[in-house]
């Protein structure tokens, strides 16, 4: 007796600051060829596009959003402690609530994980369950930049610290097949001056240290979405549309491959 087992489908969001937007390109091109996800997982700056699209907003709203966020909705100056943090994460969690359809995992149609760094040991963190404010704004909280967020008795910081692209996570959650998307690639190489003031180099080392976590997620991935943004610098979100734009061109190179595995995958197997 033959029998098709269809393979899961797990899609990792890698973080980037503004380059993260490029995955809602990807987003774009697995819908309209009709790639079911079964499970999503983000760090950083990407957490805050998959939760507003795994709480089940519609991807056109998904895109929609995107294109008219602004700094200003994402960004507050911390009054209280500034010491830990020139940023707090006030108006993400404003943005969040404003956005996603509901506020806790368990009740997003799409099972969603998001990774966050423990300040104190540097463990990763996957967060599957209860509110989703405090774990997307942990995952975006750069040191230096934002302040740590409290989650329970434990303090996080950004998800890229540990892993850029958290193709591990969907394993771990049940996929079988598992598309990783990476923004971080020539991170770089549109920083070639010598960064001159505290911003500056702290915008550097997020990039330094988010190519190098982003390495494990290539490996773990069966199917590596490269989105070329090596032009496009990490606080560029005005140029958001072209970011999606070079989400979508990377992930129709890809879409081919994708294609020929699920169908592999999900060919008949005698019982």
């Not at 394993?171 to 190489?189: E, H, K, P, Y």
Request: aromatic share 6%; net charge positive.
């Amino acid at each position: 007796m033959e029998q098709i087992r269809h393979q899961t489908v797990g899609l990792a969001l890698g973080g980037g600051v503004a380059r993260s937007f490029a995955n809602i390109g990807v987003l774009n091109v697995l819908a309209r060829a009709q790639i079911h996800l079964d499970y999503l997982t983000a760090s950083s700056a990407a957490s805050i596009i998959g939760a507003i699209y795994a709480s089940g907003v519609s991807l056109e709203e998904t895109n929609q959003i995107a294109r008219h966020t602004r700094w200003k909705d994402l960004l507050a100056i911390s009054w209280k402690a500034p010491w830990r943090g020139i940023l707090c994460s006030r108006n993400i969690e404003k943005f969040l609530q404003r956005h996603c359809r509901s506020r806790y995992f368990e009740d997003f149609p799409l099972p969603f994980g998001v990774i966050a760094a423990e300040l104190m040991s540097g463990e990763e963190r996957l967060f599957l369950s209860g509110d989703i404010v405090p774990a997307v704004s942990a995952s975006c909280s750069i040191p230096g930049v934002f302040q740590p967020v409290q989650v329970g008795k434990r303090l996080y910081i950004d998800g890229c610290y540990v892993n850029q692209i958290p193709a591990a996570a969907l394993r771990r959650m049940g996929a079988d097949i598992v598309i990783g998307c990476d923004v971080s690639r020539g991170a770089l190489a549109v920083k070639r001056k010598v960064p001159r003031n505290m911003f500056a180099i702290l915008q550097y080392l997020v990039a330094l240290h988010s190519q190098k976590t982003a390495n494990k997620g290539r490996v773990e991935s069966d199917i590596l979405i490269e989105i070329t943004v090596n032009d496009i610098r990490l606080v560029d979100l005005h140029r958001v549309v072209e970011l999606i734009e070079r989400g979508e061109q990377a992930a129709e190179r890809v879409l081919p491959i994708l294609q020929r595995r699920l169908a592999s995958s999900n060919s008949p197997q005698t019982a």
